[in-house]
């Protein structure tokens, strides 16, 4: 059993920055390739960033590739998504997810242990 818990999110400027964290119980974090997802009011959830096992390997979805930096400390079970640059269509709630693999997937059937989320709103 996995548990997952989302901090950070919050209200942020357009052209700001926040840095989202994802704690982790289980012996078993480090095993396993974690991802970000997010979801905005009225739309189905989509796909952000993930990370492999151990961290070598890293995949963004266009929509934030070179503004998002995710990362993740295996000794402190928690993985970390940095956004920059924010803007007004990054709202949503965001998730944190396990994976049912090592690498890297942008896929949600691929992730078996979701977070509560967490809400972002960047204002204009």
């Known amino acids: 059993q996995v548990q997952l818990v989302e901090s950070g999110g919050g209200l942020v400027q357009a052209g700001g920055s926040l840095t989202l964290s994802c704690a982790a119980s289980g012996r078993t974090f480090s095993a396993y390739a974690m991802g970000w997802f997010r979801q905005a009011p009225g739309k189905e959830r989509e796909f952000v960033a993930a990370?492999?096992?151990?961290?070598?390997?890293?995949y963004y979805a266009d929509s934030v590739k070179g503004r998002a930096t995710i990362s993740r400390d295996n000794a402190k079970n928690t993985v970390y998504l940095q956004m920059n640059s924010m803007k007004p269509e990054d709202t949503a709630v965001y998730y944190c997810?396990?994976?049912?693999?090592?690498?890297?997937?942008?896929?949600?059937?691929?992730?078996?242990?979701w977070g509560p989320g967490t809400q972002v709103a960047v204002s204009s």
């Open positions: 990370i492999s096992w151990g961290g070598a390997n890293k």
């Open positions: 997810a396990k994976s049912v693999g090592k690498d890297t997937s942008a896929r949600m059937s691929q992730y078996d242990y």
